[in-house]
């Protein structure tokens, strides 16, 4: 069984600055984003809806969730990523960070417009400052 390579791609490295940006930008398209953590029983990965603000990636969830009981205090990895499948291109960024719970009466007013497309109450806010941030762009070949 063969594959199929696009081969006149090019990856290329983000510096931060741009990273943080398509971060930024993404969140008016989408605000799709994957939290990977260590959680007890090894890897964890699960999708958020995010908002960025005061230089930091922001989600909401309940309080009985996995990210809520486990992330708390620990180092977790933020992924955004963006693709143009007809062009063969997009980018990926990943943002390292330590979880934090925060009150809600320390949560930005700009997290009010925040949706959360699950159905629930979504009570508990996580930031995550970010203190890495590392990411990919791939280029079509001109």
């Not at 063969?88 to 949560?107: F, M, N, Q, R």
Request: with cysteine.
């Amino acid at each position: 069984m063969g594959t199929q390579g696009g081969g006149d791609a090019r990856l290329t490295e983000l510096v931060p600055y741009d990273c943080w940006r398509l971060v930024e930008e993404s969140v008016s398209h989408v605000g799709i984003a994957r939290v990977v953590w260590t959680a007890p029983g090894g890897p964890a990965i699960v999708p958020v809806n995010y908002a960025v603000a005061d230089g930091a990636v922001w989600f909401q969830t309940s309080p009985a969730s996995r990210l809520a009981r486990e992330c708390p205090g620990q180092e977790v990895l933020v992924e955004v990523d963006h693709v143009e499948p007809e062009t063969l291109s997009g980018w990926s960024v990943v943002a390292t960070g330590s979880a934090e719970l925060v009150t809600i009466e320390d949560v930005p007013d700009i997290l009010g417009s925040l949706r959360v497309w699950p159905a629930g109450a979504h009570t508990v806010f996580v930031r995550v400052e970010p203190r890495h941030l590392t990411g990919r762009r791939l280029l079509p070949h001109h």
